[in-house]
């Protein structure tokens, strides 16, 4: 007997064509961002058609929050990489790096009232 539901990646793509009026909506700056979700979903649709859901909405959801879960670990042990590669002994005693002082980098005089149009 053959499944009963559509393949996960028929349903992923009948999904992205559903919501395809809001990334219309959507300002340029964030369709490349609706893409990824939708380019992500389908990184895991081997993994999802497997699990065969009946709610392939469902699916696309989990599938979208496994790959942000991926991410931020990628992100973490790439802080904790440059973290263990820049040691806290490299800093002053109050945390600011050497050659920071008062948070203010060395170049900057600290005033920032010049040019501020506040007519004085």
Known sequence: MGRTNPTYRDALRRLEEEWEPMRRGLRREYQ???DRLFARARGFADAAGYANPPDPE???VFSVLLAQEVELRELRETL???SRERPLEA???DGVEAGVEGGVDEG???SESEGSGDGE
């Open 108 to 110: 900057e005089s600290g």
């Open 80 to 82: 904790e990489a440059v």
């Open 58 to 60: 469902r699916a696309l």
């Open 91 to 93: 800093r002053g005693d």
């Open 32 to 34: 490349d961002d609706f």
